[in-house]
């Protein structure tokens, strides 16, 4: 799996330290010898040092000496996690305290205080198993790996399990790390430890997701991801998955205005999950109409074949139809041409879904009175007027890929 990048090798050695160790009282002083020779400790990664803080074959100061030298490989391996997240803050500290402190006492507050949650309300939020995971060693490494930092999460799905069969070993493994990602906000803020806002990622891990691995959406959304969720540009969810199912069957060699099965599927997860199919982008674009100025009309009808409401107004009075028809009458513009080509086939379509031509905005202004003209039928498989919209659709997509 992917993470942090490598560290340097650990020392060969380190001297010899001998433990303190207070004889143990009654039956326990019978059953239990602490290892004196900590210099093994040294070379261990943070993973091993606590598997030997589990052991209990060392003392918990022994634990704690090696967890904080730096010049052994664990603390290298933590510091080098925390000052990713925190650069200059006091978060090594706080995760070796952590760390050391039996998993029965890291107690939700104590989680808190570290910052594990970078969206405080998610602490009040918690299934019992998620704060279990949390408080684990497991938990607490896979919390430093990919979502200490605002941008770890990104290589959260590795190229197995994007481009072929995970194995159960790796799909156990993502889920539990996307688990860890929801339950402390990650997937919608970017944040830090130190400064816990809610401030929206580049990138959201639901986004990432319908990109990169798509089969882990509906996990993702079962988690508690947010299905109408905006990136920092102001593009939806909706807009972003669809689109990037569409590319994928585009470079599949599959026909752009085509609603191909797998994007029916992806439209009827969104709604299910509550998103708004017609939602707009930050502009007030909606969304069958981004995919259409896309090139992606296959995208745009699956969306309105699934429930998107092509007559819903936004605050102006202006519905999808309305959007359409107004990128029509610029067919004259050069500029504009493409778009209005590939509108004016949407409009066509979203007809068929009983977009309403006639609806008035708030200004008075119909759909209809911006094309005079009636929409030709709905064209068919072979039709040379749908051949040029298709040759559109191919050019737009790829003047934006």
């Not at 610029?330 to 309403?356: E, F, K, N």
Request: net charge negative; with cysteine.
């Amino acid at each position: 799996m992917p993470g942090p990048s490598p560290i340097p090798s650990p020392a060969a050695s380190t001297p010899e330290r001998l433990s303190p160790a207070p004889a143990p009282a009654g039956n326990d002083a019978e059953r239990r010898i602490y290892n004196s020779d900590t210099a093994p400790l040294a070379a261990m990664t943070l993973s091993q040092l606590l598997d030997a803080q589990k052991s209990r074959d060392y003392w918990t100061h022994d634990i704690w000496r090696a967890l904080v030298d730096p010049q052994t490989y664990a603390s290298r391996e933590l510091r080098l996690a925390c000052e990713s997240a925190c650069p200059n803050g006091p978060l090594f500290l706080q995760m070796a305290t952590l760390l050391t402190t039996p998993e029965e006492e890291r107690t939700l507050d104590r989680l808190i205080d570290v910052g594990i949650f970078v969206l405080p309300e998610r602490a009040r939020q918690l299934r019992a198993d998620d704060a279990a995971l949390l408080r684990s060693d497991e938990g607490l490494k896979l919390w430093l790996q990919y979502a200490a930092s605002p941008t770890c999460y990104q290589s959260v799905f590795d190229g197995s399990d994007v481009f072929g069969e995970a194995t159960t070993k790796s799909r156990a493994r993502i889920d539990k790390i996307l688990r860890v990602l929801v339950a402390v906000g990650r997937d919608a803020t970017d944040a830090t430890p130190a400064n816990p806002t809610a401030t929206t990622p580049r990138n959201p891990l639901a986004h990432l997701c319908s990109q990169t691995a798509p089969q882990w959406l509906r996990r993702l959304f079962q988690l508690g991801a947010c299905p109408e969720q905006m990136n920092d540009q102001g593009m939806p969810l909706t807009v972003v998955a669809m689109r990037a199912q569409a590319l994928r069957l585009y470079t599949a060699d599959h026909d752009p205005l085509d609603a191909h099965d797998s994007l029916h599927q992806l439209a009827q997860l969104l709604r299910r999950q509550g998103a708004d199919l017609a939602q707009s982008n930050r502009d007030g674009m909606p969304a069958p109409a981004l995919l259409t100025f896309h090139g992606l009309g296959g995208a745009a009808e699956a969306l309105l074949a699934a429930g998107a409401d092509p007559n819903v107004p936004d605050r102006n009075g202006n519905t999808l139809m309305h959007h359409l028809a107004y990128v029509v009458r610029l067919q004259d513009d050069p500029a504009s041409i493409d778009c209005a080509c590939l509108a004016r086939h949407a409009l066509v379509v979203a007809s068929c879904y009983d977009g309403d031509m006639t609806r008035p905005n708030h200004a008075g202004q119909t759909p209809r009175s911006w094309i005079p003209e009636p929409l030709p039928a709905a064209p068919q498989f072979g039709d040379p007027s749908l051949d040029a919209v298709r040759t559109t659709a191919r050019r737009r997509i790829r003047a934006l890929i």
